[in-house]
């Protein structure tokens, strides 16, 4: 594992407290819905373990119930950067579209976006100097802008990088599009 790098593997679902449907067995479904910027994810939950109790005269008494978790609009792996700033820098790219939206949740935090040439140096109007932080942000479609430009459209065609600079913040995923 490269130092530096947290690997928490957290239950996606995990079991209930005491007394709860689902205290003891978590199943999820195969299929996930997405709808209104959530992933719906049903599953089948227990208070017993699988098949403790033997069918006796064709009947069990193990019984189960259906639940519901949802999890934010491609929230199933983030960036993360705690009270020490983090950095993310995307490879190159051709810039195809001008409106950049980042699912973020900077809630308590703040994220900034630059711009960056191929090589790597700052583009004049999209620098950090000129990127506006976002302060107190959770979206999934969060926009985000500098000081003379409201989007990324006068890059178009170009080979460009983004630099995402993050403090108490989650990086979920970014989107380049119209």
Same mark, same amino acid.
């Given at each position: 594992?490269?130092?530096?790098?947290?690997? /928490?593997? =957290?239950?996606?679902?995990?079991?209930?407290?005491?007394?709860?449907?689902?205290?003891? #067995?978590?199943?999820?479904?195969?299929?996930? &819905?997405? #709808?209104?910027?959530? +992933? %719906?994810? $049903? $599953?089948?939950?227990?208070?017993?373990? +699988?098949?403790? $109790? /033997?069918?006796?005269?064709?009947?069990?008494? #193990?019984?189960?119930?259906?639940?519901?978790?949802?999890?934010?609009?491609?929230?199933?792996?983030?960036?993360?950067?705690?009270? =020490?700033?983090?950095? &993310?820098?995307?490879?190159?790219?051709?810039?195809?579209?001008?409106?950049?939206?980042?699912?973020?949740?900077?809630?308590?935090?703040?994220?900034?976006?630059?711009?960056?040439?191929?090589?790597?140096?700052?583009?004049?109007?999209?620098?950090?100097?000129?990127?506006?932080?976002?302060?107190?942000?959770?979206?999934?479609? $969060?926009?985000?802008? %500098?000081?003379? +430009?409201?989007?990324?459209?006068?890059?178009?065609?170009? &080979?460009? !990088?983004?630099?995402?600079?993050?403090?108490?913040? !989650?990086?979920?995923?970014? +989107?380049?599009?119209?």
């Amino acid at each position: 594992m490269e130092p530096g790098l947290d690997l /928490r593997r =957290e239950t996606l679902i995990p079991r209930g407290p005491d007394g709860s449907f689902d205290k003891d #067995w978590v199943q999820p479904a195969t299929n996930i &819905v997405t #709808w209104q910027d959530r +992933h %719906w994810i $049903y $599953y089948s939950g227990s208070r017993e373990r +699988h098949d403790i $109790y /033997r069918i006796r005269e064709g009947q069990s008494r #193990w019984q189960c119930a259906i639940g519901l978790a949802t999890l934010r609009l491609d929230g199933f792996v983030c960036l993360e950067a705690k009270d =020490e700033p983090g950095l &993310v820098l995307t490879k190159p790219f051709r810039l195809e579209a001008g409106t950049l939206d980042i699912n973020v949740d900077a809630g308590r935090g703040e994220v900034s976006v630059e711009v960056l040439d191929r090589s790597g140096q700052p583009i004049d109007g999209y620098s950090q100097a000129q990127a506006r932080p976002a302060r107190a942000v959770d979206e999934v479609r $969060y926009r985000p802008r %500098w000081e003379d +430009h409201p989007d990324l459209s006068a890059l178009r065609g170009q &080979v460009v !990088r983004l630099r995402f600079r993050l403090r108490n913040a !989650r990086l979920y995923a970014f +989107h380049v599009h119209r």
